[in-house]
T-cell receptor
């Protein structure tokens, strides 16, 4: 069974740029959730995708957007990067009726 | 407004002793609770969970207790091992109108198990 994978592991961008982060869900899981974890904080829910559609969103502006593909992998796109976007971005997958979410290793984004 | 609270930022215990990590919540709609362990530069690892219809769930050295009336849960690790040293997060979820579940997280407790 393949676990959740994310790419890249680290990324450095400058203010105003755009970034795309990628996630492959665990086999058998059709739901992907994205979280942002700032230093010293717990993860904050960005949004969730189920069967290629957004299925819930947290308090993040529209410049945070996403996609889910037919193979259930997912992308997180952030436009017009701001310094405060610097964080660890976590992807989690779960099964359709599963309560537990299983996380990838995260992508560390630094915005300069 | 923090709906899930872990009031102890850190905890230090001796190897072989019991570690007790606490978590409080405010939202009575939460019906599922989870504990995750996190090492630096890694994603959270699922440890154990409990449904709101239960008051205890045990898995090996890990036991989670839920007190719904007090809106309190705790994770017991017995016996504690040095490899348990990590940040432990409590998370809670409720099913939303869109039939999705998002996790609401505490700030974490850093556990150090000393040899």
């Amino acid at each position: 069974e393949t676990g959740v994978t994310q790419s890249p592991t680290h990324l450095i961008k400058t203010r105003g740029q755009q970034v795309t982060l990628r996630c492959s869900s665990q086999s058998g899981h059709n739901t992907v959730s994205w979280y942002q974890q700032a230093l010293g904080q717990g993860p904050q829910f960005i949004f969730q995708y189920y069967r290629e559609e957004e299925n819930g969103r947290g308090n993040f502006p529209p410049r945070f957007s996403g996609l889910q593909f037919p193979n259930y992998s997912s992308e997180l796109n952030v436009n017009a990067l701001e310094l405060d976007d610097s964080a660890l971005y976590l992807c989690a997958s779960s099964s359709e009726r599963g309560h537990e979410q299983f996380f990838g290793p995260g992508t560390r984004l630094t915005v300069l | 407004d923090q709906q899930v609270k872990q009031n102890s930022p850190s905890l230090s215990v001796q190897e072989g002793r019991i570690s007790i990590l606490n978590c409080d919540y405010t939202n009575s709609m939460f019906d599922y609770f989870l504990w995750y362990k996190k090492y630096p530069a890694e994603g959270p690892t699922f440890l154990i969970s409990i449904s709101s219809i239960k008051d205890k769930n045990e898995d090996g050295r890990f036991t989670v207790f839920l007190n719904k009336s007090a809106k309190h849960l705790s994770l017991h690790i017995v016996p504690s091992q040095p490899g348990d040293s990590a940040v432990y997060f409590c998370a809670a979820s409720a099913r939303n109108a869109g039939n999705n579940r998002k996790l609401i997280w505490g700030l974490g407790t850093s556990l150090a198990v000393n040899p």
